[in-house]
């Protein structure tokens, strides 16, 4: 079975209708097996804009529909056949002497559904079969069971799928309670079979048809038999809801994601071993399991992370196979990336720059860590790329960096490197306002009080604040230049100071170059391990 994964439900009804649009232009006079439901509606709607701009013929196209509910009147709005004419048939130039649907009128179905198998058989057979899955994994209506039906036949709906479609009719009560349908071996007989799954609801089933052997309690996994399958998916289905866990060095903030609707979040204590994260996330995460149908686990931890093996300087994690470790106490399928590229994968899912396609993430703290997204997809490299804080941007005499080298940018462009050079200049120029608000302070400086002596006119402050966005500049500029992102994000702590740090920043800035500051800030990881 080929998988097409799509980022949403529109790219997935765009892929469907190409598949079925080449189908239809290959051989003008194939034989289409349809489908109902709502997963459909978006492809037909494509096909059906095709067909009005003049780039598809369906006139010599045969169709035949997979199932109809039994009993039910051709004209009941919430029939099959008044379904095909609304969705599809009345805006396309299908004859519909050539199409064809399981009539729910009649009142000797077990002919009915002999003389639909023969009908097929004389048209030559299904070229393109188009499918939907129910929850349960049933196609067309051949619902789990001990045995499946072979050929088309009159079946009774389970529970299950009564109460789903119920959502197309006032009650339950008025959701017919059989339906005609064709069997497993009329589908398998198709050519070729395209079978759609969209949103988080189909995900334990998708789970269910890639994972699980053939059986007939997942009528789908029958598929796994035929030699041309291709399975059309929207990441919700694929990936259902996703737990994110953002290790820091003081909390640990957990996310729960259903496609790009944030459900919960919630956060604990680091803990100071890793037996006791570990414990403290299991704690956690079993919680929200109960809560929430939660299929896999992202997890974004400080470190270098190499072959699933994290060693880090911050955390009690040495060469420690987190993914392994939690896998077993989660019973879930685990994923570990470090975490600034966890939260640049946040900021390019649920951030400002949703819409782009590459961004740098550039997080100022007490180091200054950053993540790479191209394409959409976390940059690696050999293990650790992304460690932007040791680009180098002073060649001599440049400042000491604990990495060993000299002149790393986080040596002058981190928060830290902002308030030691403040309070250097300080030091040095004892009339200050900087160095008055330092002495209330006992003697120290933060962040905060370097920009209060700005908003004061302080001339020492504003002459360590114009290195300062030179040096950000400075490094900022060779990222662009490396990785030509559509956006840099800015976090971290002085990024709150918003205009009064992007203001000047853009003006030293070259060229067009996207600054952003993070909305997510410290949510971002969380989210983004979800995603991972
Ligand atoms: C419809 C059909 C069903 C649906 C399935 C999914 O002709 O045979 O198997 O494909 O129930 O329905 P939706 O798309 O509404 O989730």
Redesign the pocket.
């Known amino acids: 079975m080929r998988i097409i994964l799509c980022e949403n439900y529109d790219e997935l009804s765009e892929k469907a209708a190409g598949i079925v649009a080449s189908q239809v232009m290959l051989k003008p006079d194939c034989v289409l097996g349809?489908?109902?439901?709502?997963?459909?509606?978006g492809m037909y709607n494509k096909l059906a804009e095709m067909y009005k701009n003049g780039e598809i013929d369906f006139s010599q196209v045969r169709s035949f529909?997979?199932?109809e509910y039994y009993p039910i009147k051709k004209d009941n709005d919430q029939s099959?056949y008044t379904f095909m004419r609304e969705n599809l048939f009345s805006k396309i130039n299908i004859d519909p002497n050539n199409t064809h649907i399981p009539n729910g009128e009649t009142d000797n179905p077990k002919a009915e559904c002999e003389n639909y198998e023969k009908m097929i058989k004389q048209s030559g057979g299904v070229d393109l079969q188009i499918?939907?899955?129910?929850?349960n994994g049933?196609?067309?209506?051949?619902e789990p069971d001990a045995s499946l039906n072979s050929y088309t036949h009159l079946t009774k709906l389970t529970e299950n799928?009564i109460n789903?479609?119920s959502r197309f009719f006032n009650s339950y009560d008025e959701v017919p309670k059989q339906a005609l349908?064709m069997g497993i071996s009329t589908i398998l007989s198709a050519k070729k079979i395209i079978l759609?799954a969209?949103?988080a609801?189909?995900s334990t089933v998708v789970a269910e048809l890639l994972n699980d052997a053939i059986n007939t309690s997942v009528p789908a996994t029958m598929l796994k038999t035929h030699p041309d399958v291709i399975l059309i998916c929207d990441r919700d289905a694929y990936m259902g809801t996703k737990l994110g866990i953002d290790i820091g060095g003081t909390n640990i903030k957990f996310a729960v994601v259903e496609g790009d609707c944030v459900k919960y979040k919630s956060s604990v204590k680091t803990e100071r071993t890793c037996e006791g994260i570990i414990e403290a996330i299991a704690k956690e995460a079993n919680s929200i399991k109960e809560q929430f149908n939660i299929k896999k686990v992202g997890v974004g931890t400080p470190g270098i992370i190499k072959n699933g093996m994290v060693t880090s300087v911050n955390l009690p994690f040495e060469n420690t196979n987190l993914e392994k470790l939690l896998k077993e106490r989660l019973g879930l399928p685990v994923t570990v990336d470090n975490d600034a590229n966890c939260a640049a994968l946040g900021e390019i899912e649920f951030g400002t720059t949703k819409e782009c396609d590459n961004i740098v993430l550039v997080s100022l703290g007490t180091g200054v860590g950053g993540g790479i997204i191209m394409n959409r997809q976390i940059c690696h490299g050999n293990n650790n790329m992304g460690e932007i804080g040791h680009i180098i941007i002073q060649t001599e005499g440049g400042r000491k960096c604990p990495c060993g080298l000299c002149g790393c940018w986080e040596q002058y462009a981190s928060a830290t490197a902002l308030i030691k050079d403040a309070q250097a200049a300080a030091l040095e120029n004892k009339e200050s306002v900087l160095y008055g608000l330092m002495e209330k302070n006992s003697s120290r400086l933060d962040g905060k009080l370097i920009f209060e002596a700005l908003d004061q006119g302080c001339e020492t402050a504003k002459a360590v604040f114009d290195k300062y966005i030179f040096y950000l500049a400075s490094g900022i500029e060779s990222l662009v230049n490396i990785f030509g992102p559509d956006a840099v994000v800015l976090a971290g702590g002085v990024t709150k100071q918003g205009d009064k740090l992007l203001a000047p920043l853009k003006e030293k800035l070259r060229g067009n170059i996207r600054i952003e500051i993070s909305e997510l800030q410290s949510d971002a990881g969380a989210l983004g391990a979800a995603m991972l």
């Not at 349809?34 to 509606?41: F, I, K, M, N």
């Not at 499918?131 to 929850?135: E, R």
Request: no cysteine.
């Open positions: 349809l489908a109902t439901g709502s997963t459909p509606v529909n997979l199932d099959y499918l939907g899955i129910g929850q049933h196609i067309g209506f051949n799928t789903a479609n349908t759609l969209s949103g609801s189909k």
